[in-house]
């Protein structure tokens, strides 16, 4: 049943926008020329097995302190040297994967699509167990103090699992509503709690050890005659700054909420599917339609908004230096100013696009894209050139 309705949702909701032959599909905007500062340099591109094709899994790698661990849909986890992309491992799962790749140096843990947690030795790159969870894990499990993993199922139950035995500790189970995006947000850590958005447009702070609710409120309420009017999923990524979380939710609401005592700071009309990166000064966002916003993080005034990349589907945008950097559903990278939004280099990687953000790896950038190609960058300083003077 809960497929159906996710099959029904990528049909109905336009998320996706350039991946289908429907007419009625906003096609991407086309790329509008710029003066290029800078430039993205390939520090090495491997293929790998991963590629999702047009499925819409969000399976993204975990970064570890000298290699990256991919997992693909096939059932297969491969970890990369993170120095020039030599495959350093390959282990076989022998079941489809949904969920992105989490845990530690130690061990690593990803699901699968028949409802099953794995954990497996990040030392001999063997399996430590795999446990049966109550649905399919869209979410990346995440380790809290080295001995509970916290994993979130789509039937809309959280779990706390022993990270060395695979015992389910407690369980939390949720309602969610007859239509849901195909997604799960990954818990967001804190010294004592852990804080996780819900497909009901809730967010709730909770013990790890027991999973005792400290607070539980609504980022947004469900409004509309129809369940796709009413989809108020908070599936992006959550941050905490401080003692602020930063969340944003589908046909709802951005907001800053102060966890010590579960109240808003400020919250506005916003609707997203990717989540948040928050910086010293300001909150970034791309929203439902592919722009890019910057609002100021003590408020939520508009900073500044990059309307350039509509349809184009874009990913959550994740800091990089003094720049922002998202990728699009025809495989190309984006880098802008994160003080104004205009755009410096750009570069594509695979015309299979993206889904997965990149990631930031010190003067690095890392990406994974829907066709399974996985490379390194760095954003370099150049002469100005246009567009048309760059490819003369």
Same mark, same amino acid.
């Given at each position: 049943?809960?497929?159906?309705?996710?099959?029904?949702?990528?049909?109905s909701?336009?998320?996706?926008?350039?991946?289908?032959?429907? @007419?009625?599909?906003?096609?991407?905007?086309?790329?509008? @020329?710029?003066?290029?500062?800078?430039?993205?340099?390939?520090?090495?591109?491997?293929?790998?097995?991963?590629?999702?094709?047009?499925?819409?899994?969000?399976?993204?790698?975990?970064?570890?302190? @000298?290699?990256?661990?991919? %997992?693909?849909?096939?059932?297969?986890?491969?970890?990369?040297?993170?120095?020039d992309?030599?495959?350093?491992?390959?282990?076989?799962?022998?079941?489809?994967?949904?969920?992105?790749?989490?845990?530690?140096?130690?061990?690593?843990?990803?699901?699968?699509?028949?409802?099953?947690?794995?954990?497996?030795?990040?030392?001999?790159?063997?399996i430590?167990?795999?446990?049966?969870?109550?649905?399919?894990?869209? %979410?990346?499990?995440?380790?809290?103090?080295?001995?509970?993993?916290?994993?979130?199922?789509?039937?809309?139950?959280?779990?706390?699992?022993?990270?060395?035995?695979?015992?389910?500790?407690?369980?939390?189970?949720?309602?969610?509503?007859?239509?849901?995006?195909?997604?799960?947000? /990954?818990?967001?850590? /804190?010294?004592?709690?852990?804080?996780?958005?819900?497909?009901?447009?809730?967010?709730?702070?909770?013990?790890?050890?027991?999973?005792?609710?400290?607070?539980?409120?609504?980022?947004?309420?469900?409004?509309?005659?129809?369940?796709?009017?009413?989809?108020?999923?908070i599936?992006?990524?959550?941050?905490?700054?401080g003692?602020?979380?930063?969340?944003?939710?589908?046909?709802?609401?951005?907001?800053?909420?102060?966890?010590?005592?579960?109240?808003?700071?400020?919250?506005?009309?916003?609707?997203?599917?990717?989540?948040? /990166?928050?910086?010293?000064? %300001?909150?970034?966002?791309?929203?439902?339609? /592919?722009?890019?916003? %910057?609002? @100021?993080?003590?408020?939520?005034?508009?900073?500044?908004?990059?309307?350039?990349?509509?349809?184009?589907?874009?990913?959550?945008?994740?800091?990089?230096?003094?720049?922002l950097?998202?990728?699009?559903?025809?495989?190309?990278?984006?880098?802008?100013?994160?003080?104004?939004?205009?755009?410096?280099?750009?570069?594509?990687?695979?015309?299979?696009?993206?889904?997965?953000?990149?990631?930031?790896?010190?003067?690095?950038l890392?990406?994974l894209?829907?066709?399974?190609?996985?490379?390194?960058?760095?954003?370099?300083?150049?002469?100005?050139?246009?567009?048309?003077e760059?490819?003369?």
């Amino acid at each position: 049943m809960k497929l159906s309705r996710y099959f029904l949702l990528l049909i109905s909701v336009v998320l996706i926008t350039a991946c289908g032959d429907d @007419d009625n599909t906003e096609p991407p905007a086309e790329l509008t @020329d710029f003066k290029r500062t800078h430039y993205l340099a390939s520090d090495w591109s491997v293929s790998t097995d991963d590629s999702i094709g047009q499925q819409y899994l969000f399976i993204a790698p975990l970064l570890l302190k @000298d290699r990256i661990v991919t %997992a693909g849909r096939n059932g297969t986890l491969n970890a990369y040297d993170l120095e020039d992309g030599d495959e350093l491992a390959e282990i076989k799962l022998d079941t489809p994967l949904s969920g992105g790749v989490g845990g530690t140096e130690d061990v690593w843990l990803v699901g699968s699509r028949d409802g099953e947690l794995i954990a497996v030795s990040g030392k001999s790159n063997s399996i430590l167990w795999r446990i049966q969870v109550p649905s399919e894990v869209l %979410a990346r499990p995440v380790v809290y103090n080295n001995n509970i993993v916290l994993v979130r199922t789509a039937d809309g139950q959280i779990l706390g699992v022993d990270i060395k035995t695979g015992k389910i500790g407690w369980n939390y189970s949720k309602t969610i509503p007859a239509l849901t995006l195909r997604g799960s947000s /990954s818990p967001i850590l /804190s010294r004592n709690h852990f804080y996780t958005g819900l497909e009901s447009g809730r967010l709730i702070a909770m013990s790890p050890i027991d999973g005792e609710v400290a607070w539980d409120m609504a980022l947004t309420v469900p409004e509309g005659r129809s369940e796709i009017q009413r989809l108020v999923d908070i599936d992006g990524k959550s941050e905490l700054y401080g003692r602020v979380l930063y969340a944003a939710s589908y046909h709802g609401r951005i907001a800053a909420i102060d966890v010590t005592r579960g109240q808003f700071l400020w919250a506005r009309s916003f609707s997203s599917n990717t989540g948040v /990166s928050v910086g010293t000064d %300001a909150v970034y966002s791309s929203d439902d339609r /592919s722009h890019v916003w %910057a609002l @100021d993080r003590n408020n939520g005034a508009t900073l500044w908004k990059q309307d350039k990349l509509q349809a184009r589907s874009i990913t959550r945008p994740v800091i990089y230096k003094d720049f922002l950097v998202v990728g699009d559903v025809e495989g190309y990278l984006h880098v802008m100013s994160r003080f104004d939004g205009h755009f410096v280099a750009r570069t594509n990687v695979d015309s299979d696009g993206f889904l997965v953000p990149p990631i930031v790896d010190g003067d690095r950038l890392l990406v994974l894209t829907r066709g399974g190609t996985l490379a390194a960058y760095t954003l370099k300083e150049s002469a100005v050139y246009t567009d048309e003077e760059l490819f003369e």
